[in-house]
Structures are given as C-alpha cells and as structure tokens.
C-alpha cells in the first residue's frame, strides 16, 4: 500500500506486486497511514483535515470507506489520537 500527494492509495498485490486499486483518497497529501492486517482495515489521515478508516476486502481488493471525520479544517500529520477510533465490524 502506497499514499500519494495527489491523495491516491494504491494498494497492490504481494506476489506479482501489481496494482489491485487505487482510491482517490483525499483531496490533498496525505500525511499518514497505518494498518490492521488481521481484519483488512486501514486508516489515513490528510493535510485536508479528514481522517478516513477504509476496508480492504479479502476477495477481491476493493476498498470501501467506512468512517470519516473532518478536524476543524486544520491539517493532520500524524495518527496521534486516531489510533483508538472505533471501527465497527
């Protein structure tokens, strides 16, 4: 999984290391990502103030959003308070 200035993930695949999807994001960089490997989640935060937690489906790749939170309109750098989020399964 690669996060772009343009605001695009692209995830690819481990064992031809193509690309499987690519989602545009974000509306500016973004700043930081991490990963829940064990149940496909993942969050990303943006200088566009948003920090999102998508789902990575195990069938197929895609990627649905599936929370959003915008902070005050000031930009997020680092994962910080995001990490306790609570993702609904």
């Not at 343009?6 to 930081?32: K, M, P, Y």
């Not at 998508?54 to 649905?64: A, Y």
Request: with cysteine.
């Amino acid at each position: 999984m690669c996060a772009y200035g343009s605001g695009h993930i692209r995830v690819f695949g481990t064992q031809t290391w193509s690309l499987v999807c690519e989602v545009a994001a974000h509306a500016r960089w973004i700043t930081a990502i991490d990963v829940a490997l064990e149940t496909g989640h993942f969050l990303s935060v943006s200088e566009d103030s948003f920090a999102r937690v998508w789902q990575i489906s195990r069938e197929d790749g895609r990627v649905s959003l599936i929370y959003n939170n915008m902070e005050s309109s000031v930009p997020i750098f680092a994962l910080g308070h995001y990490l306790g989020v609570f993702v609904p399964a």
